[in-house]
């Protein structure tokens, strides 16, 4: 008795001192959060090495007039040094992980003629989103490196241009548009952009965007566990003993079921609706309603707020936006049957956990993804076995910081007004790697993968679960293959998060349980070996019915995965796989339904609102798109075309 009394002080001591350690950071004490400080503006990065030699050799080295996003009668691209620096095992910086990068180089000057050079690499000219441009003064005063968005990557190019040495020049269909950024004479310049300290700062009438590295806003409770992993011995001994003993169930909703004897009518084949498939009911609830718990969106046609377990209805004031709500119990036999062996059985309590599912239509809706300031981060996971760490390299992929790529953790402002939604992404780093089977054997640990618009942050692994924004607009759930690597170029935004929960198999056509659900260790699904305990559970699936797609997030309120695989196949899911977990700053999902001019924010749990900031008057600034986070999400936006 007195052990585990002892062991309970010593966990309270090293939590007042994880406490107090927040507050003096908090108030004033600054504790670093990466392993390294953004790098001096001065140093030489490589990919912009030589500018001056550059530039004397190509008089001038400028973009041609009409640039298209890759050249069909080039020499062949990428060159043989850049696809050797991406795939070497060696430290590197982001840049050299870009192996589709191009750089032009051009002379400049400034308004008191000093002269200098500038070179800028297209960080993926396929997707043609980020930009880097380094400025290099002859009298060895160094102009920085600046993270350039382009705001309309489809229709307009950025180049140097010899005729414009103060800036930058953007081509497009009504001709090119000289942008002074340098000259010190413009009220936009690049200088005052940078300084103006926002995550985004316009330049060029609007036409680009610089990227300022902020401080992504944390919950306290992201903070205290942050640096109980980051600076505390076994911090994540702590972590995990506090979620798996206080945390279990501390989410579960079960909702208020009532049956009925009543005859139910005949299930409807939704096919040719605009709407997604039902799900497939057990005859005793094909009656039954539920009135839900802490739904924050408004729906319609839900009489007296009770809901059809399996139904779809529509969110009100955003149309393509469906709710769906069931508890496993209710799945038809003929899908528990058919997952038998595949699949743990579910304790009484998962069985009556309430799960509520928000359907997005394809074919109205672009999905991006971002990275947070701060996670997923780039360096080592600690959960790797020993043999599959490099201590020569910083991390998996050669890098341990995005630097000089800028994360900003927040919807580009440009976008705005088209946002649909925002939800949270996947693991943390630390969480984001294998301990166990066969993936903690091979490629380092196979940590999960992320791209944003066209930049790699981290490798894409065969095997894993993959989320997939192609650069024409396709939307795609799939385990990532060594062929897809031969398209990657074309990956605007991809997330990998573990093995999936439902996999499809493009050969025989059909979806079937992950292999590795009913796998906790070697499926990575809890962040320990034996903890196989339910919680709170966010997720992703795509549904195709008919001719429709549909981007499904869940949120399973007390699941484990084999809950998440019935419930998936029930609904006739083409694939699922896991996002975060354990807490509603990891499930967070927002809708922004239209309410005239001004900016509503409705959530899918109403405890979710904690998590957004208040501004001026009643207005509400919700997180991802009023201010910067620290962890990275998925965002919804209103298809501009077709």
Same mark, same amino acid.
């Given at each position: 008795?007195?052990?585990?009394?002892?062991?309970?002080?010593?966990?309270?001591?090293?939590?007042?001192?994880?406490?107090?350690?927040?507050?003096?950071?908090?108030?004033?004490?600054?504790?670093?959060?990466?392993?390294?400080?953004?790098?001096?503006?001065?140093?030489?990065?490589?990919?912009?090495?030589?500018?001056?030699?550059?530039?004397?050799?190509?008089?001038?080295?400028?973009?041609?007039?009409?640039?298209?996003?890759?050249?069909?009668?080039?020499?062949?691209?990428?060159?043989?040094?850049?696809?050797?620096?991406?795939?070497?095992?060696?430290?590197?910086?982001?840049?050299?992980?870009?192996?589709?990068?191009?750089?032009?180089?051009?002379?400049?000057?400034?308004?008191?003629?000093?002269?200098?050079?500038?070179?800028?690499?297209?960080?993926?000219?396929?997707?043609?989103?980020?930009?880097?441009?380094?400025?290099?003064?002859?009298?060895?005063?160094?102009?920085?490196?600046?993270?350039?968005?382009?705001?309309?990557?489809?229709?307009?190019?950025?180049?140097?241009?010899?005729?414009?040495?103060?800036?930058?020049?953007?081509?497009?269909?009504?001709?090119?548009?000289?942008?002074?950024?340098?000259?010190?004479?413009?009220?936009?310049?690049?200088?005052?952009?940078?300084?103006?300290?926002?995550?985004?700062?316009?330049?060029?009438?609007?036409?680009?965007?610089?990227?300022?590295?902020?401080?992504?806003?944390?919950?306290?409770?992201?903070?205290?566990?942050?640096?109980?992993?980051?600076?505390?011995?076994?911090?994540?001994?702590?972590?995990?003993?506090?979620?798996?003993?206080?945390?279990?169930?501390?989410?579960?909703?079960?909702?208020?079921?009532?049956?009925?004897?009543?005859?139910?009518?005949?299930?409807?084949?939704?096919?040719?609706?605009?709407?997604?498939?039902?799900?497939?009911?057990?005859?005793?609830?094909?009656?039954?309603?539920?009135?839900?718990?802490?739904?924050?969106?408004?729906? !319609?046609?839900? *009489?007296?707020? +009770?809901?059809?377990?399996?139904?779809?209805?529509? %969110?009100?004031?955003?149309?393509? =936006? $469906? /709710?769906?709500?069931?508890?496993?119990?209710?799945?038809?036999? !003929?899908?528990? *049957?058919?997952? +038998?062996?595949?699949?743990?059985?579910?304790?009484? %309590?998962?069985?009556?956990?309430? =799960? $509520? /599912?928000?359907?997005?239509?394809?074919?109205?809706?672009?999905?991006?993804?971002?990275?947070?300031?701060?996670?997923?981060?780039?360096?080592?996971?600690?959960?790797?076995?020993?043999?599959?760490?490099?201590?020569?390299?910083?991390?998996?992929?050669?890098?341990?910081?995005?630097?000089?790529?800028?994360?900003?953790?927040?919807?580009?402002?440009?976008?705005?007004?088209?946002?649909?939604?925002?939800?949270?992404?996947?693991?943390?780093?630390?969480?984001?790697?294998?301990?166990?089977?066969?993936?903690?054997?091979?490629?380092?640990?196979?940590?999960?993968?992320?791209?944003?618009?066209?930049?790699?942050?981290?490798?894409?692994?065969?095997?894993?679960?993959?989320?997939?924004?192609?650069?024409?607009?396709?939307?795609?759930?799939?385990?990532?293959?060594?062929?897809?690597?031969?398209?990657?170029?074309?990956?605007?935004?991809?997330?990998?998060?573990?093995?999936?929960?439902?996999?499809?198999?493009?050969?025989?056509?059909?979806?079937?349980?992950?292999?590795?659900?009913?796998?906790?260790?070697?499926?990575?699904?809890?962040?320990?070996?034996?903890?196989?305990?339910?919680?709170?559970?966010?997720?992703?699936?795509?549904?195709?019915?008919?001719?429709?797609?549909?981007?499904?997030?869940?949120?399973?309120?007390?699941?484990?995965?084999?809950?998440?695989?019935?419930?998936?196949?029930?609904?006739?899911?083409?694939?699922?796989?896991?996002?975060?977990?354990?807490?509603?700053?990891?499930?967070?999902?927002?809708?922004?339904?239209?309410?005239?001019?001004?900016?509503?924010?409705?959530?899918?749990?109403?405890?979710?609102?904690?998590?957004?900031?208040?501004?001026?008057?009643?207005?509400?600034?919700?997180?991802?798109?009023?201010?910067?986070?620290?962890?990275?999400?998925?965002?919804?936006?209103?298809?501009?075309?077709?």
């Amino acid at each position: 008795m007195w052990r585990k009394f002892l062991r309970f002080a010593m966990l309270l001591v090293l939590l007042a001192a994880s406490i107090a350690i927040f507050w003096f950071d908090r108030n004033g004490w600054r504790v670093p959060l990466f392993l390294g400080e953004r790098a001096s503006r001065a140093m030489s990065w490589p990919g912009f090495e030589h500018l001056h030699q550059f530039a004397a050799a190509t008089e001038p080295a400028a973009a041609p007039a009409a640039p298209t996003p890759v050249a069909e009668k080039e020499e062949e691209w990428p060159p043989q040094v850049q696809i050797d620096q991406y795939n070497a095992d060696a430290p590197k910086t982001i840049i050299e992980l870009q192996q589709f990068r191009r750089l032009t180089v051009a002379k400049i000057h400034d308004k008191n003629h000093r002269p200098g050079v500038a070179g800028l690499i297209n960080l993926n000219p396929t997707v043609n989103a980020w930009h880097l441009l380094r400025l290099e003064w002859n009298d060895h005063q160094d102009g920085g490196v600046y993270h350039i968005e382009n705001a309309r990557p489809e229709k307009q190019h950025i180049q140097l241009d010899p005729e414009n040495p103060y800036g930058l020049v953007i081509v497009n269909g009504g001709g090119p548009v000289a942008c002074d950024l340098w000259s010190g004479e413009a009220k936009g310049s690049l200088a005052a952009a940078a300084a103006a300290g926002t995550p985004y700062a316009p330049l060029c009438g609007n036409r680009l965007y610089l990227r300022n590295k902020t401080k992504g806003h944390k919950t306290n409770k992201e903070w205290v566990t942050d640096l109980l992993r980051d600076y505390v011995w076994h911090g994540e001994k702590i972590v995990t003993f506090i979620r798996e003993k206080f945390y279990k169930d501390a989410y579960l909703q079960m909702g208020k079921v009532a049956l009925t004897d009543e005859t139910p009518e005949p299930a409807v084949d939704t096919a040719w609706k605009d709407e997604p498939a039902p799900a497939l009911i057990a005859p005793k609830f094909q009656g039954a309603t539920i009135v839900p718990e802490a739904l924050g969106l408004p729906l !319609e046609d839900a *009489k007296d707020n +009770k809901l059809t377990p399996g139904r779809w209805y529509k %969110v009100s004031g955003t149309p393509g =936006v $469906y /709710l769906s709500a069931i508890r496993p119990e209710m799945v038809s036999e !003929e899908v528990i *049957k058919g997952q +038998k062996k595949l699949v743990r059985a579910l304790d009484a %309590v998962e069985e009556k956990a309430l =799960v $509520y /599912l928000v359907a997005f239509d394809l074919d109205q809706f672009d999905v991006g993804y971002a990275m947070g300031t701060e996670h997923p981060r780039l360096e080592w996971s600690d959960r790797i076995p020993p043999n599959m760490h490099n201590n020569k390299l910083p991390g998996p992929d050669g890098i341990a910081t995005a630097d000089p790529v800028v994360n900003t953790g927040m919807l580009n402002p440009v976008n705005a007004d088209r946002a649909v939604a925002t939800f949270v992404g996947g693991f943390k780093r630390y969480h984001g790697a294998f301990r166990h089977g066969a993936f903690a054997a091979k490629n380092h640990g196979s940590h999960y993968g992320f791209v944003e618009n066209g930049v790699v942050m981290s490798k894409l692994w065969p095997g894993l679960a993959t989320f997939v924004t192609w650069e024409d607009g396709r939307i795609e759930l799939k385990t990532w293959t060594a062929e897809d690597n031969e398209e990657l170029a074309k990956v605007r935004h991809a997330r990998q998060n573990g093995v999936p929960i439902i996999d499809f198999n493009p050969k025989t056509f059909f979806s079937t349980v992950g292999s590795l659900v009913n796998n906790w260790p070697d499926g990575n699904w809890s962040g320990s070996q034996d903890k196989k305990y339910r919680t709170l559970r966010g997720s992703l699936a795509w549904q195709v019915n008919g001719e429709a797609n549909y981007l499904i997030y869940g949120y399973f309120s007390s699941a484990t995965p084999s809950a998440l695989a019935r419930v998936y196949q029930a609904y006739d899911v083409k694939y699922a796989m896991l996002l975060d977990m354990n807490a509603l700053e990891y499930t967070y999902l927002a809708i922004y339904p239209e309410s005239g001019k001004k900016f509503a924010v409705k959530h899918l749990i109403t405890g979710m609102n904690v998590l957004d900031k208040a501004g001026t008057g009643s207005a509400i600034l919700p997180r991802f798109v009023g201010f910067s986070d620290a962890r990275d999400f998925f965002y919804v936006l209103e298809r501009t075309s077709k």
